[in-house]
């Protein structure tokens, strides 16, 4: 049958239809079942504050692909039908400007398990929607020089667990972002001091020693917390209108000193637990 041929009733919607079906066939052979073909999804998990936002904005960056950041309060429109439509108009969007990432932040949020208490129709719709998308995603998709649009959908979850099973099938690739480890926290300390004057007898080692189980927010909390003492202290005791007539001089911070951390991991728990993390290397 041609396109065109079809002269009933709901012409308009039957020209969609033409062209979703006729034109978006898989394009799947028997010869193409089993080959090596690119992730169409990956996951990446682990505890908060691990940096996996932060690593899908790196992806962005040094791929070179266009990058569509959405979270999933985005997609979960309030208004029935809508998220349907924003979902399918973001995968075509990401076709127009391929090669291109879709991350979508915390989709737990959005894709819980179906069936789960509190589960809306509306929300079962949207997940259904965005199984339908990333089905579809690189089947036959071609662009005016005869490559590939190549569009890999990213998604970042703190609760793997809590994901739509068919969802999770289709984030084939998997990625355990851990918490960090003795190296990786004592790279993260020197990148949140980059900006800090640091005393002599800071010894990062020794901090990245007793941070065991912090998260990457955690130790940005522990060097912010740290850094904010010299002022705190400057202006302890002082009334509010002391306090404005300082003078920057006066003011300004001193070199952060081991006994600012010393203070600082006092006061800055880890914020994962032990029971976090065995639930998520399970």
Known sequence: MKKGQYEGPDADLAAMLERDVLDNTPGIRWDDVGIRRPWKGVLMFGPPGTGKTLLAKAVATECGTTFFNVSSATLASKWRGESERMVRCLFELARAYAPSTIFIDEIDSLCNARGASGEHESSRSVKSELLVQIDGVNNSSTGDDGQKKIVMVLAATNFPWDIDEAL???????????????????????????????????????????????????????????????????????????????????????????????????????????????????
Do not use: W
Not at 177 to 187: G, T
Not at 211 to 218: F, I, K, N, P, Q
Not at 241 to 257: F, G, L, Q, R, Y
């Open 168 to 282: 999770r099938r289709r984030l084939e690739k998997r990625i355990y972002i851990p918490l960090p480890n003795f190296e990786s926290r004592k790279e993260l300390i020197k990148i949140n001091l980059r900006t800090v004057e640091v005393a002599a007898d800071v010894n990062i080692d020794e901090v990245a020693r007793r941070t065991e189980g912090y998260s990457g927010d955690d130790l940005t909390n522990v060097c912010r917390d740290a850094s904010m003492n010299g002022m705190r202290r400057k202006i302890a005791g002082k009334t509010r209108d002391e306090i404005k007539n300082m003078s920057k001089d006066e003011i300004s911070k001193d070199p952060v000193a081991m006994c600012d951390f010393e203070e600082a991991l006092a006061k800055v728990q880890r914020s994962v637990s032990s029971a976090d993390i065995e639930k998520h290397e399970k």
